[in-house]
């Protein structure tokens, strides 16, 4: 297919529209979360209660509630809401298990990044996208047919749902080739539909309290999935989108080569710094005279660069899962269990995340403006490095306001709590990533990027211990919570050696 004119545009709008609906679908747990519970899932793991209304006290009839065991049978009693008595509240064991079967299915999701980026750079853009079609078409079908009967489907539909829409991103983001002057544009866009795609799960919740099951939802969601399948099969080529070649204006090409001087601007064997004094040059200088500078993949793996920005994921990303997991019992905590509030401010955390779309650019913004500021350093380490520094830190100060927000226990703080949370996860991943391209050299981003998720998917395993943690006794989650918090200020110590390495090579020159 010809991509040119109307086609191109039209390729990026049914693109965005795919990532919106399906891609991340995963973050929308907290109203997911909250439709189990109405629907009794797991109910049967929490003390029960039944209503006795024969007491008297003052010639009025008094409700009494005897609670029973978790195999004992009860009555069906109803609220006001028309909603059993006991259904939405807070329930320890069942807690558990939602949060169990989020820590699986966000682990997966990580794990499988390096799973599908092997297949789309081996078999390319149409088996990866057959493949992610099966795997989020059995997620959605598995979760029509949860139940109290088959409570055990949450666990594969979840994270299906989440591996499958993953690709979606992965193998959309190339349609950035067909503009060749706003590709960080498009992608940035992309990223934010990414991050709104969990108002999905919302719409779910927002239909089954206007009485719609959630089977027809999701089986909605299954059909509406074959849409997919157009831009598989018609849109998107068998392999790749190429890049443009001779095609960019004369402006990029100036541009191409002025950053070419930059970097090899240190070619002599000596320089003179501002006091007149001579120096030899620095390893850290750019040299074309040799292809072997190029570091090797395991440098790379090996170096303090990279395993402090793995350590800095792992903090960080702990942190925003641990926070989702425990979402619904942090609401039902802040709100004393009244399940009107929880569903109130449930909704509202999924609005707020629709911001996602603007966050993701804003972090993209940051990093550019950082980048135009020290792109005239005499320095190519300062070039390099500095601009990070910033947008580094400015995600482990949202890390540690949202860990400070969580400790004030009052609902007016809920509103400022999930818009730090919504900024805080797209700066995570955008920077990042960002961050990945700038230091290593482009041939090793895909693996390191694999290696950079895989790693943090699996610390993500410990938010079960934290939850685990925050329900073991009253004090729990203030006790997890503020450990998070110091956990989450470590996450400093990472632009902390980008700005000393800097220093270090600035004194060294002088």
Request: hydrophobic residues 45%; aromatic residues 16%; proline residues 3%.
């Amino acid at each position: 297919m010809k991509y040119h004119g109307w086609r191109r545009y039209l390729v990026a709008i049914w693109a965005f529209v795919e990532t919106f609906l399906f891609a991340g679908l995963l973050y929308g747990w907290a109203s997911v979360n909250w439709v189990l519970k109405q629907e009794n899932v797991y109910a049967d793991l929490c003390p029960q209660t039944t209503v006795n209304t024969n007491a008297t006290f003052n010639g009025s009839a008094v409700v009494s509630y005897d609670i029973l065991s978790a195999n004992s049978t009860t009555l069906n009693e109803t609220d006001s809401g028309g909603i059993p008595i006991g259904r939405g509240r807070q329930c320890k064991p069942q807690d558990e298990k939602f949060a169990l079967c989020f820590t699986i299915g966000s682990a997966l999701f990580c794990a499988s990044s390096a799973l599908f980026g092997h297949i789309n750079y081996k078999f390319g853009t149409r088996i990866t996208r057959i493949c992610s079609m099966v795997i989020f078409m059995a997620g959605t079908v598995m979760f029509a047919f949860v139940d109290t009967e088959k409570p055990w489907l949450i666990y594969p539909g979840l994270a299906f749902i989440g591996m499958g829409g993953l690709p979606l991103l992965v193998t959309n983001a190339q349609i950035g080739n067909l503009f060749p002057k706003g590709s960080s544009t498009w992608i940035g866009l992309l990223c934010g539909g990414f991050d709104c795609s969990s108002a999905i799960q919302l719409l779910v919740k927002v239909a089954y309290e206007a009485g719609v099951r959630i089977q027809y939802s999701y089986g909605l969601l299954t059909g509406l999935h074959l849409m997919v399948g157009v831009s598989t099969f018609v849109f998107l080529p068998k392999y790749f989108i190429p890049r443009p070649s001779e095609t960019v204006s004369t402006e990029v090409a100036q541009d191409e080569k002025a950053v070419d001087l930059l970097e090899n601007e240190k070619m002599d064997q000596s320089a003179t710094n501002e006091n007149g004094q001579v120096y030899e040059k620095t390893t850290f200088e750019v040299s074309d005279e040799k292809a072997s500078d190029t570091p090797s993949l395991k440098a790379c793996m090996l170096s303090a660069t990279f395993l402090l920005h793995v350590l800095w994921l792992c903090l960080l990303q702990l942190r925003f899962y641990f926070f989702l997991a425990s979402v619904n019992t942090y609401l039902h905590r802040i709100t004393n269990d009244d399940k009107y509030k929880v569903s109130y401010f449930t909704n509202v955390m999924m609005y707020t995340m629709l911001g996602g779309l603007f966050s993701s650019m804003f972090s993209g913004v940051v990093y550019d403006w950082q980048r135009r500021m020290f792109k005239d350093s005499r320095v190519a380490l300062r070039r390099k490095l500095m601009p990070a520094i910033l947008p580094l830190m400015i995600t482990c100060g949202l890390g540690v306001l949202l860990s400070l927000l969580v400790l004030i226990p009052y609902e007016e703080v809920l509103y400022f709590v999930f818009i730090v949370m919504t900024l805080y996860r797209s700066f995570i991943y955008s920077i990042g990533a960002a961050y990945l391209s700038a230091m290593f050299p482009n041939e090793y981003f895909g693996l390191l990027y694999g290696v950079w998720i895989i790693v943090a998917g699996l610390v993500g395993f410990l938010q079960i211990a934290f939850f685990s943690w925050a329900q073991s006794y009253i004090d729990g989650p203030f006790h997890a919570d503020l450990f998070c918090l110091c956990f989450v200020s470590l996450s400093f110590i990472h632009p902390a050696y980008q700005w000393w390495t800097c220093r270090r090579e600035a004194y060294n020159l002088s």
